[in-house]
C-alpha cells in the first residue's frame, strides 16, 4: 500500500496559501495577494538564514521571490495563482517561480535602469544584478522562471 503523506500543519495551510516544508526549502502554492506576499516574504528569508546562508543573500533571494512573483501579478492579475519553490545547498539559493501565463515571457524595458522617469521596468535588472544567467521555461501549466543565487 502506498504511504500516506500527512497535510500540511495549519500554520502553513490557509485558503490560497499552502506551504510544503522541505529539508532543502519549500514549496509554496499561493494566489498572489499583498497578505500572501508578506508571508512568502518572510519565509524565503527564514528558509535562507536557516540554511546557514548570510542575511544579505536572504535579502536577495526575498527581493527576487517579490520581483518574480510581482511580476505575475502584473501579467495574470490579482490573487493569479504562482507556485514559489525555494531550493538551497551550501553554495547556492534558487528561486523558482511558476505562473500559469506561458505564452507572454519577460521583456526588458528600454529605459536603463537608472531612469528617474521609469514607472516601472527595473525588475529585470535587479533579476540581472543578483542572479545572472536567470532562466524561463515554458511548461504544460504556464511557465517557470529560476534564479539562481551564489551563497558565498
Not at 531550493?87 to 547556492?92: A, G, I, L
Amino acid at each position: 500500500m502506498p504511504e500516506v503523506l500527512a497535510p500540511a500543519p495549519p500554520e502553513t495551510a490557509a485558503r490560497g496559501f499552502y506551504l510544503s516544508p522541505r529539508p532543502d526549502g519549500f514549496v509554496l502554492h499561493m494566489y498572489a495577494s499583498a497578505e500572501h506576499l508578506v508571508a512568502m516574504r518572510a519565509f524565503v528569508f527564514k528558509a535562507v538564514t536557516s540554511a546557514g546562508a548570510p542575511e544579505d543573500v536572504a535579502d536577495a533571494a526575498r527581493l527576487v521571490a517579490s520581483e518574480l512573483v510581482g511580476n505575475a501579478v502584473r501579467l495574470c492579475g490579482p490573487h493569479a495563482p504562482v507556485v514559489v519553490l525555494l531550493t538551497t545547498t551550501r553554495h547556492q539559493v534558487v528561486v523558482q517561480v511558476h505562473d500559469p501565463e506561458p505564452t507572454t515571457l519577460p521583456t526588458r524595458s528600454t529605459e536603463p535602469p537608472n531612469n528617474p522617469r521609469a514607472a516601472t521596468g527595473r525588475g529585470l535588472w535587479i533579476l540581472d544584478a543578483l542572479a545572472p544567467g536567470w532562466t524561463v521555461t515554458p511548461t504544460p501549466l504556464g511557465k517557470h522562471i529560476t534564479c539562481t543565487l551564489p551563497t558565498t
